[in-house]
């Protein structure tokens, strides 16, 4: 029965695009791009240089509704020259009206800025491409996008801009050099779009329509870029761009002495084409990334920590996001941090409108201490654009232990090599209704074994009124991936659910929600071991605020001993049976305000018949555009019988941001979490005294909260400068 299941879902998948190839772009929102016959001065001024160019305007509202024109006024020109395409939008508002930012950080919260923002399909496929922008303030945005509008905001490159205000209204104006993007040689129609979001007015608009259930960086809804010769050729495009680093640590718990570091490192970036972009590495430094923010541990299996290393997200989506959130054949997150990187290597982008491939390969050093050998890692992926904006993909993952002559069974991983190999079908109507994903993946070790398979699909349909969807998971027994995140093994996997939404008239209220979700675990047998059923009602408010309200019930079989409380206290046996009924609120104050909080709790059973009672909180303060406060809270209170009895956990962490200009930032946050009992304090000062290139200064403490004594403490100055050639 399982297996019919599955094959049901795959043949949808399959046969779903046949009903929908027809084309759903918005062609009849077309803007001409000519020449400019003059200099153009990236200044925030209409000047005379603009006075010829089309200009789009008569945005459409797309929130809180999408069936009128935009309230506030926006207009659009761009240009361009042999080197540059130059871009100013004009975004009116009420005469000294204020403007609304969070503060003058790079790659801001879209949600929390009043900003505008471009975006571009130079390929004309409705995958793949660029975003711009900026929010009133100046702070930049750029980013890549992929999987038809989801936008990648670690990529970073050179490219310049200016916002000036005015009593009615701002504008920004930017220079974005050929060299930043990749397009093909002779393609004269590209898709655009423009997006406007005025926290003030509670208003998104975007130049040609997107449905209010969609981004409006979706590239199935863009207009049309139309050039009056083809864009010029990029030509040569090679970017140097060395550090230097020095620093210093101490290890108080060992008493260790002071241990200095000195680094040098390089990374390059080479256009192979004008869509192909290689990127290497030699001996990469990623002090200066932001430590992963803590969290309290009640989960019986590994929790997933983003990677933040900029070499391994910027243009890595093809390969970062095969498969699912928990099951990943790639995470980068496996590379690196047990042992020095010592070299890498990245090619990727676009072969032509049709293919497009990622690979990188990287090598990590042996660590004598912890005895684990050298490693050298390699991914390859190649993607097909099949129908109107669906695709294939092939995957193929190798880790694989690199043992000097004098080194036996040193390595940290109990197989010398793992691979796996996949296939992956994304779904993606012209309309964007219908999406989904299939994957199919096998792992190869020494001690090969049955069972190493994984098979998943899952199919969502989205309208105004209705999301529906269904996934659906096995992953084998003897599944392997070294280089991946796959927590659970050995499961079944079923997960249904429905959410509607209701849009009324009301001065107030923009919509309102009902969804229902079941999440079912069975083992290889079929056996039922696991649900969750959830139930959650949302109101969102006109003013950007949202207030839900959910209840669940859970139920499960303990397939191994379980610790609830996660603090080696005692276990809960093997085939034990725990079942719970919960309830829990959550609610988000509205953006435009300079005070802003945030509300969750959860209160109900546990395993064991005991207790869980959660309560989280947020709140921030914003001296705009300049320092932003905040500080959160959670405290999880967990009853239980004996030996566990009452244990209430902690976790506290403020934070400071402050961005004197848009190109000078200094955050410092501490956490506190006393199931790890650990005081962390992170401090970092960034100067991007060039596009591109910084200046960082890291500080780092770790003490015991009681007695308040030092574990460890760092402090890291790095120096990099960004190199065309």
């Not at 914003?622 to 999880?636: E, G, I, K, T, W």
């Amino acid at each position: 029965m399982l297996l019919n299941y599955f094959r049901s879902i795959f043949t949808l998948l399959l046969l779903l695009p046949l009903a929908v190839l027809a084309q759903r772009k918005n062609l009849d929102f077309r803007y001409h791009i000519k020449k400019a016959t003059g200099i153009v001065h990236v200044d925030g001024e209409i000047d005379a240089s603009w006075k010829d160019c089309e200009t789009a305007s008569n945005f459409n509202m797309v929130t809180p509704m999408d069936t009128s024109k935009a309230l506030v006024r926006t207009e659009v020109k761009m240009t361009y020259d042999n080197h540059h395409l130059y871009i100013i939008a004009i975004c009116y508002t009420k005469d000294d009206q204020s403007f609304m930012v969070e503060s003058l950080k790079r790659d801001f919260n879209f949600g929390k800025n009043d900003n505008f923002l471009l975006f571009m399909d130079p390929f004309d496929d409705q995958i793949n491409g660029f975003t711009f922008g900026s929010n009133a303030a100046g702070a930049q945005w750029d980013g890549l996008l992929f999987d038809g509008g989801k936008a990648d905001l670690n990529w970073d490159n050179k490219w310049t801009s200016h916002v000036k205000g005015y009593n009615d209204k701002w504008i920004w104006e930017a220079s974005i050099p050929f060299k930043t993007i990749r397009y093909k040689n002779g393609i004269t129609t590209w898709g655009i779009n423009f997006s406007r979001l005025d926290i003030s007015e509670a208003e998104k608009s975007s130049w040609a329509p997107v449905p209010r259930q969609f981004p409006t960086a979706s590239l199935a809804y863009t207009g049309q870029l139309i050039w009056d010769q083809p864009p010029p050729k990029a030509g040569t495009n090679i970017s140097i761009i060395p550090y230097v680093l020095g620093g210093l640590s101490k290890n108080f718990q060992s008493g260790s002495p002071t241990s200095y570091k000195k680094e040098i490192g390089l990374e390059a970036k080479v256009s192979v084409t004008s869509s192909l972009n290689l990127d290497l590495t030699v001996n990469p430094d990623f002090s200066q990334v932001e430590v992963d923010r803590q969290v309290t541990n009640l989960d019986r299996f590994e929790l997933f920590f983003p990677e933040r290393r900029q070499f391994f997200l910027e243009n890595g989506d093809q390969v970062n996001n095969f498969g699912y959130n928990n099951i990943r054949p790639f995470f980068s997150r496996r590379i690196g941090l047990n042992a020095p990187i010592q070299f890498g290597a990245r090619l990727s982008g676009k072969l032509n409108k049709e293919w497009r491939m990622g690979f990188l390969n990287m090598q990590t050093d042996r660590v004598l201490n912890t005895k684990t050998a050298a490693q050298n890692y390699t991914v390859f992926a190649l993607q097909r654009r099949v129908f109107a904006r669906s695709n294939i993909g092939l995957i193929f993952v190798n880790r694989t232990q690199v043992l000097r002559p004098d080194e036996k069974d040193v390595s940290y991983f109990t197989n010398p090599y793992n691979r796996n190999i996949g296939l992956e079908y994304n779904l993606a109507s012209a309309n964007n209704h219908w999406t989904g994903k299939a994957i199919l993946l096998k792992s190869f070790s020494k001690q090969t074994s049955s069972e190493d398979w994984v098979h998943a699909a899952n199919l969502q349909y989205s309208t105004k009124k209705w999301l529906v969807s269904w996934q659906q998971e096995y992953v084998g027994t003897n599944f392997t991936a070294d280089v991946g995140f796959v927590p659970r093994k050995d499961y079944f996997r079923l997960a249904p659910g429905i959410t509607r939404f209701f849009f009324v008239k009301n001065p107030k209220i923009a919509s309102h929600s009902l969804k229902l979700e079941s999440f079912n675990f069975y083992d290889k047998n079929f056996s039922f071991t696991e649900n969750t059923t959830y139930l959650a009602y949302t109101l969102s408010f006109r003013n950007q605020s949202t207030f839900t309200q959910w209840i669940s019930r859970d139920y499960v079989q303990l397939l191994q001993p379980f610790d609830p409380t996660n603090f080696g206290k005692d276990t809960l046996g093997r085939g034990t049976k725990h079942q719970w009924n919960a309830i829990g609120t959550s609610f988000n104050s509205k953006p435009q305000q300079l005070f802003t909080y945030s509300l969750s709790t959860r209160f109900g059973g546990y395993y064991n018949n005991g207790r869980r009672s959660f309560v989280s909180a947020e709140i921030g303060y914003r001296y705009q555009p300049f320092v932003s406060l905040s500080m959160a809270a959670s405290v999880n209170q967990i009853s239980l019988p004996s030996p566990w009895n009452k244990t209430t956990f902690w976790l506290v962490g403020p934070r400071l941001d402050i961005t004197f200009t848009n190109t000078l930032f200094f955050t410092t946050f501490m956490q506190y979490n006393n199931q790890q009992n650990n005081i962390n304090i992170n401090s970092r000062l960034q100067w991007r005294y060039k596009p591109a290139s910084d200046l960082f200064i890291v500080y780092t403490d770790n003490y015991f909260p009681a007695p308040f004594n030092v574990k460890n403490r760092a402090i890291v100055v790095k120096f990099n400068y960004w190199w065309n050639l």
